[in-house]
T-cell receptor, first 110, second 114 residues
Framework: GENVEQHPSTLSVQEGDSAVIKCTYS??????FPWYKQELGKGPQLIID?????GEKKDQRIAVTLNKTAKHFSLHITETQPEDSAVYFC?????????FGAGTQVVVTP | DSGVTQTPKHLITATGQRVTLRCSPR?????VYWYQQSLDQGLQFLIQ???????AKGNILERFSAQQFPDLHSELNLSSLELGDSALYFC?????????????FGPGTRLTVT
């Protein structure tokens, strides 16, 4: 089955700096890669996703890149703000089943 | 707000008991997914229903079962509860089924087994 690894497990950045989270996956059949943000006491919130026929996607301060050959994808957050502090999860969709990474705790300090 | 609702928000029960968690998908969504989130296992896919029928199964224990009703709401039944079943249980929904469908999560039910 699919296995997703996510790094780093924690990330501390100064407000205004960029944050990058990297994930690798194992199943070459996976073709959809969503990213979720989870704040304390809430459910995961879909923030951006990318499909296998696209190499990069951007939405305001958030961007995701995908390298299918290397089987890795990354989340980039630019101009970080305190409200970006949360746990971020990457996931890979293998036949409709989402396999999640272990999560990255992002702390943005003012 | 994702549009997915879950009840109850919190549930405290004893070992050996049985509980039912309820989920209502977003309006128009036909698929419902159940996930378990624990500190040691992370977010784990349990089971998916599409338009009333089981579609995919993940790491779901035999003590756990689910169903989706004609109005598309879903229930997750957990029986013979053990301390290790304490976790957050999330429901997600999507418009269709199959790979590549965007899944929207509810706020979760926190289950504590004592």
């Amino acid at each position: 089955g699919e296995n997703v690894e996510q790094h780093p497990s924690t990330l501390s950045v100064q407000e205004g700096d960029s944050a990058v989270i990297k994930c690798t996956y194992s199943d070459s059949a996976s073709n959809y890669f969503p990213w979720y943000k989870q704040e304390l006491g809430k459910g995961p919130q879909l923030i951006i996703d990318i499909r296998s026929n696209v190499g990069e996607k951007k939405d305001q301060r958030i961007a995701v890149t995908l390298n299918k050959t290397a089987k890795h994808f990354s989340l980039h957050i630019t101009e970080t703000q305190p409200e970006d502090s949360a746990v971020y999860f990457c996931a890979a969709d293998s036949w409709g089943k989402l396999q999640f990474g272990a999560g990255t705790q992002v702390v943005v300090t003012p | 707000d994702s549009g997915v609702t879950q009840t109850p928000k919190h549930l405290i029960t004893a070992t050996g008991q049985r509980v039912t968690l309820r989920c209502s998908p977003r309006s128009g969504d036909l698929s419902v997914y159940w996930y378990q989130q624990s500190l040691d296992q992370g977010l784990q896919f349990l089971i998916q229903y599409y338009n009333g029928e089981e579609r995919a199964k993940g790491n779901i224990l035999e003590r756990f079962s689910a169903q989706q009703f004609p109005d598309l709401h879903s229930e997750l039944n957990l029986s013979s509860l053990e301390l290790g079943d304490s976790a957050l249980y999330f429901c997600a929904s999507s418009p269709r089924t199959g790979s590549g469908d965007e899944q929207y999560f509810g706020p979760g039910t926190r289950l504590t087994v004592t």
